[in-house]
């Protein structure tokens, strides 16, 4: 059995350990509701999101190096992930501001700016499913995903700190707001570890599922 496998074994147990240590330890945010809970969680997803599209940047260089399908290939499925991960941040960063605003979408600046952000992502999916032939797909792709990496920075770090925003500022983060103690840390770096390794199992089973399809294609073309 390959050690990739083994992390569905693994990741249940973790995320089982994750979950409840999130509920019963301390709150993250001092002097504020279970609701920032929700940080254990919302962060992590954000992050992986990143991950996932730094991945697929590093693929799609490669492509143009190397003219390798597979590169193309693994960076598209890294892109997907990455969208998918970044729905699921925004998801439970509505959840938060339903609970903490009034409502689940409020047009702040982080929503908008995490918003732009998978609509660019969603466009390269759009593009891959309009260009043909196949290398060609994968050249434009490529080019496109090198180029759309910039918007990571852009829109998931720097336009969010240039305004106001209804979302946590980094003032109460660095401002003693986040009880950044022992546990609050094991707990969140138990959550980030989770969800790395669950990219990481569901990219190798993506790229499994690829390999496959290609496989079934070309014995339907015999």
């Not at 501001?97 to 979408?105: L, P, T």
Request: charged share 15%; aromatic share 16%.
């Amino acid at each position: 059995m390959k050690a990739i496998d083994v992390l569905k074994y693994f990741l249940g147990p973790w995320f089982c350990l994750t979950i409840i240590l999130a509920f019963v330890t301390e709150k993250p945010v001092s002097g504020y509701g279970d609701e920032f809970r929700i940080f254990y969680f919302h962060v992590p997803l954000a992050l992986v999101a990143f991950l996932a599209f730094l991945i697929s940047l590093i693929y799609s260089i490669r492509y143009l190096k190397y003219k390798q399908a597979s590169d193309d290939l693994k960076a598209a499925s890294s892109a997907e992930l990455g969208l998918v991960f970044g729905i699921l941040a925004t998801l439970t960063g509505s959840i938060f501001a339903r609970i903490a605003w009034g409502a689940f979408w409020n047009w702040d600046i982080r929503q908008t700016s995490i918003l732009v952000l998978l609509a660019v992502y969603g466009a390269y999916f759009a593009l891959r499913g309009a260009v043909e032939p196949e290398d060609r797909r994968a050249t434009f792709s490529a080019v496109y995903a090198i180029l759309a990496f910039a918007a990571v920075p852009i829109f998931g770090l720097i336009i969010p700190r240039m305004y106001q925003s209804l979302h946590p500022s980094d003032a109460l983060i660095s401002g003693g707001g986040l009880a950044l103690g022992t546990t609050v840390a094991v707990v969140f770096f138990c959550s980030m570890i989770a969800f790395v390794l669950l990219y990481i199992w569901l990219f190798n089973l993506k790229w499994r599922m690829v390999l496959l399809e290609r496989s079934q294609l070309e014995k339907d073309y015999e």
